[in-house]
């Protein structure tokens, strides 16, 4: 798990001369006192190639560049021949002003197009490297959190009695990256579909029944969709968690400096943007239909990079000598994974009953299609499930002397 | 963004791919640094009825193939309906709604109507004479039956019918050139898979030619469910209701 950024800048507003601090994982800051919105720019040095080349002109191309960079708008660079565009290592803030008229503008609105209040000009901004970042809102505090975490740990089954009251006070809120390709695709396929269909068949004494019958179906289906396909940035199962469950169309927040608790841990993202995209295109061109075979014809219009920032809370305990985690979400409040010492082992006298309680409805079900032809499909149906529920029942029991929960349909 | 002909800030919004000078009517892309202008052109209303309600003016591709696959009925036909001009392509630019794609391309693309073009972009809204306005309640039943607003991050969102009320005059653009040919692939093969029975997509060879970007005039009226809702002010559109 990587620590706290160590490539923060902290520089000072040019706005109001306030001491601003932008770390690494945010493209903007709010300057606390005046409400500017900030950027870091990377100014660009040009390095002469022939012997005297002016300095004045180094200094002219770098002060445009920084200043295009500072108004949202990509650089161009200098028609110069005899240098060539070096990165420094310097950074500063600069403030989101309009190009036109210089008033401030503002990201709050979480757009791609920013409108000056003042001129009414609207400016195409974008973010860092391409990738903008966002924020999932942290809706729960710590309190609630901890509140969460002890009712997680009273509630559950098969926790030890010592876990149940025990006191749960340490808690730190982490902000994990997921990265979101999100893509544009249209399309169309076509194929053939078996599809269950039932009819009525009656036999020789004219009694009749409801049969099941497998046929092939042709189908041609339009897309005309938006794709999503999420990856976490991050080690969760190091930190305990799971990926929390989410649509990507809920409300989000641009990810400003100045707008997460700074007593928070942000992770750095892994993985490249590159990376995320080749995966999320394979995704998005499979064929969606279900069809065994399909002919398809599916292109991706558009598509874009996001980082998401989710928040979680992780509250540790000591139990048993032993230190447990229970992962609270922080934007619903809901448990995201938990772990806990077992109250007994796996095979219970209790879980025992359960299991032939299941396999006595599963046999009676087998019995009664056999008896009755009529209902023979819906109760052979019956008797799978309930024996798959069965193995659950036993799979999902406590093992190792440790009970652990991850929220469900979630990866 | 400022018009690259007579310095006016640019209408359009966070989903749009072009933006319009409400000024000079010039179109602009974004290109990589620069802000890349050229002329729309908007579709004169050809239709003799009486179409109540205000006149809203929707953005469509016409696109001119270079070539198109040999042999093939679909195009044929097509182009006896457009002969003795060009035959052409649809794709609409103010929805990336599935339907209102699917069906104004394909009705554009199959009638081939007849335009009669001026340059540049409308200013004002019309409204037609007319004995009776669609019903007001109609109009809000079929609009929230659409479904909520868009992507919170100002994303698109496909899957929802724009209503009358998400522009005043002149439509957004939300396809760009080269989306537009992906599209007009997409509005083709709905023809085609309507068409031919056992069509296989991999037969289809669209290569592209030129393009350009039309305004046509419209009515929203609920009553118009064959074509997304959007009555076309053009004679080829005099047809029946729903």
Not at chain 1, 38 to 61: N, V
Not at chain 2, 24 to 42: I, M, Q, R, Y
Not at chain 2, 43 to 50: D, I, K, P, Y
Not at chain 2, 153 to 172: I, K, L, T, Y
Request: glycine share 8%; with cysteine; net charge negative.
């Amino acid at each position: 798990m990587s620590e706290a950024p160590t490539n923060s800048l902290s520089a000072t507003c040019p706005q109001c001369g306030a001491p601003v601090t932008l770390p690494d994982y945010a493209d903007l800051a709010l300057c606390p006192f005046c409400g500017s919105n900030l950027r870091r720019t990377r100014p660009i040095a040009f390095e002469p190639r022939l012997a005297g080349t002016s300095a004045g002109t180094s200094a002219g191309a770098m002060a445009a560049t920084a200043g295009a960079a500072a108004a949202g708008v990509a650089p161009v660079k200098p028609a110069a021949s005899g240098s060539h565009p070096v990165e420094v290592d310097e950074q500063a803030l600069h403030s989101l002003t309009c190009p036109q008229c210089a008033g401030p503008l503002s990201v709050q609105a979480g757009r791609r197009i920013l409108l000056c209040s003042r001129c009414g000009v609207r400016v195409l901004w974008s973010g860092q490297g391409g990738v903008s970042r966002w924020l999932f809102p942290q809706n729960v505090s710590q309190i609630q959190a901890l509140g969460a975490a002890a009712k997680w740990l009273s509630d559950y089954p098969g926790i030890s009695r010592e876990a149940r009251d025990v006191p749960v006070r340490q808690s730190r809120l982490v902000h994990i990256p997921i990265w979101e390709h999100k893509v544009l695709v249209a399309g169309w396929e076509f194929g053939t579909k078996l599809r269950t269909k039932s009819y009525l068949a009656s036999d020789d004494e004219g009694n009749e029944r409801l049969e099941l019958a497998l046929t092939e179906e042709r189908f041609e289906d339009p897309h005309l969709q938006e794709r999503r396909f999420f990856q976490a940035a991050c080690d969760l199962p190091t930190l305990g968690a799971t990926r929390p469950r989410f649509s990507g169309r809920e409300l989000l927040l641009p990810l400003v400096a100045g707008e997460v608790d700074p007593a928070s841990l942000v992770m750095e993202p892994q993985g490249t943007a590159a990376a995320i995209a080749e995966q999320g295109r394979r995704v998005a061109l499979l064929p969606a239909s279900g069809a065994a075979d399909p002919h398809t014809w599916i292109v991706i219009l558009r598509e874009s990079v996001t980082l998401l920032y989710y928040p979680l809370w992780l509250v540790d305990y000591q139990a048993d000598g032993h230190s447990y985690r229970v992962v609270v979400n922080a934007h619903d409040g809901s448990v995201n994974s938990a772990t806990a010492p077992a109250r007994e082992g796996r095979f219970t006298p209790l879980l025992g009953l359960k299991v032939a309680a299941l396999v006595v409805v599963a046999i009676l079900a087998l019995w009664l299609g056999s008896a009755w032809s009529g209902i023979r499909v819906p109760t052979i149906f019956l008797a799978v499930i309930v024996c798959v529920a069965a193995v659950l029942l036993v799979l999902r029991s406590p093992a190792g002397g440790k009970v652990e929960y991850h929220e469900p349909f979630s990866s | 963004m400022l018009c690259t002909r007579c310095g006016i800030p640019l209408s359009g919004g966070d989903e749009a791919a072009l933006f319009v000078c409400p000024g000079c009517g010039l179109v602009h892309e974004v290109g990589e640094k620069t802000l890349a202008p050229f002329a729309a052109s908007t579709v004169a209303a050809s239709t003799e009825l009486a179409v109540s309600g205000s006149v809203q003016y929707l953005a469509v591709w016409r696109l001119l193939p270079a070539a198109m696959t040999e042999d093939d009925p679909v195009w044929e036909h097509i182009l006896r309906v457009a002969a003795p001009g060009p035959a052409y392509l649809y794709v609409p630019a103010f929805s990336l709604a599935r339907p209102v794609v699917q069906r104004i391309g394909m009705r554009l693309t199959e009638v081939q109507p007849v335009l009669e073009l001026t340059a540049g972009v409308p200013a004002e809204r019309g409204q037609r004479p007319a004995l009776a306005e669609a019903r007001a309640e109609v109009t809000r039943l079929s609009a929230a039956a659409a479904g909520p607003s868009g992507d919170p991050r100002g994303g698109s969102a496909p899957d929802e019918v724009n209503g009358e009320q998400d522009f005043d005059v002149v439509s957004p653009i939300l396809v760009g050139r080269r989306e537009a040919w992906g599209l007009a692939q997409f509005v083709y093969l709905a023809i085609e898979a309507r068409e031919i029975h056992d069509l296989q997509p991999a037969d289809l060879r669209l290569k592209p030619g030129g393009e350009e970007l039309l305004f046509f005039p419209a009515v929203w009226d609920p009553r118009y469910i064959h074509e997304s809702n959007w009555r076309l002010l053009l004679r080829e559109f005099d047809g029946l209701v729903a």
